[in-house]
């Protein structure tokens, strides 16, 4: 069974850090590209980032929004993701879902699981 | 960035309706074009990919269409279930972007 589970919101002030972490389970995560999707208390969706996999040389990209501030990376060998967001903004604050992407050509690789998210609340 | 813009932003019908909803695309998305249904406190779920392929287990009650710019999602006869919020979303390129999201309620 497919498995996403996002660790390490929290509550933390304006102009600190945060490391969010997936772990996967039920598939072998080093195959899939692994996207951070994110979701403001009653808004909508915002995609945050992605990174590739391995022989892609783990090529990673961002939303206008947190470039420069947060940075995706993932351990293979844990079958683990991460966020690491820092000078976090009150804007910031959403649930933080984790979301692998379909193999295969690019008209395949839609958002096809995602866990249940972690809340982080950005706020003095 | 490509911009998605749905429409309407909130839909009242009855169990039985046959709904549309529409997505706009400020350049062409190639049929890069996904449909998720989210339901209150939970994670999206995908619809439709490539603009018209039903992911499987969906039900066949859904459907999507269009090409390069405009796409629409149909649900052709609304259940109890599938009153929740869709997103359209293109993945055209590295940046992927949703559109703001379609509130669809009971009339």
């Known amino acids: 069974e497919v498995q996403l589970v996002e660790s390490g919101g929290g509550l933390v002030q304006p102009g600190g850090s945060l490391r969010l972490s997936c772990a996967a389970s039920g598939f072998t995560f080093s195959d899939h590209y692994m996207d951070w999707v994110r979701q403001a208390p009653g808004k909508g969706l915002e995609w945050v980032g992605r990174i590739r996999n391995k022989a892609n040389s783990y090529i990673t990209y961002y939303a206008a929004s947190v470039t420069g501030r947060f940075t995706i990376s993932r351990d293979d060998s844990q079958n683990s993701l991460y966020l690491q967001m820092n000078s976090l903004k009150t804007e910031d604050t959403a649930v933080y879902y984790c979301v692998r992407i379909r193999l295969g050509p690019t008209e395949l690789k839609t958002f096809e699981f995602w866990g249940q998210g972690t809340m982080v609340t950005v706020s003095s | 960035d490509i911009q998605m813009t749905q429409s309407p932003s909130t839909l009242s019908a009855s169990v039985g309706d046959r709904v549309t909803i529409t997505c706009r695309a400020s350049q062409n998305v190639n049929n890069w074009l996904a449909w998720y249904q989210q339901k209150p406190g939970k994670a999206p779920k995908l619809l439709i990919y490539k603009a018209s392929s039903l992911e499987s287990g969906v039900s066949s009650r859904f459907s999507g269409s269009g090409s390069g710019t405009e796409f629409t999602l149909t649900i052709s006869s609304l259940q109890p279930d599938d009153f929740a919020t869709y997103y359209c979303?293109?993945?055209?390129?590295?940046?992927?972007?949703f559109g703001q999201g379609t509130k669809l309620e009971f009339k």
């Open positions: 979303q293109q993945y055209d390129n590295s940046q992927s972007t």
